[in-house]
């Protein structure tokens, strides 16, 4: 089994900062991926950004140049460093883990940016 405890978000004004970090405990298996998703009020979860094992990285077009994803593989937690931050950032934001086959989900964590 898995856990994700995410962290860091709060309420921030635009233009601001925040850093999330998503800490994995469990059976955490060498290679997999590790990303960021939000789901404002009355849209769909989609995707913010992922990072793989190896270190490759994929963006929203939204948050290219403004969020930055890391992960450190030794403490197996990622991290998402949103800078410029905008109103329609506002959102729940959630860590997943992907392994073999099966994906994985923290609890979430709010991002609430005012302008």
């Known amino acids: 089994q898995v856990q994700l405890v995410e962290s860091g978000g709060g309420l921030v004004q635009a233009g601001g900062s925040l850093r999330l970090s998503c800490a994995a405990s469990?059976?955490?298996?060498?290679?997999?991926?590790m990303g960021w998703y939000c789901q404002a009020p009355g849209k769909q979860r989609e995707l913010v950004a992922l990072?793989?094992?190896?270190?490759?990285?994929n963006y929203a077009d939204s948050v290219k140049g403004r969020f930055t994803i890391s992960r450190d593989n030794g403490k197996n937690t990622v991290y998402l460093q949103m800078n410029s931050l905008k109103p329609e950032d506002t959102a729940v934001y959630y860590c997943?883990?992907?392994?073999?086959?099966?994906?994985?989900w923290g609890q979430g964590t709010q991002v609430t940016v005012s302008s």
């Open positions: 469990g059976s955490i298996f060498r290679i997999n991926v």
């Open positions: 997943n883990l992907a392994q073999a086959g099966r994906e994985y």
């Open positions: 990072i793989t094992s190896g270190g490759s990285k």
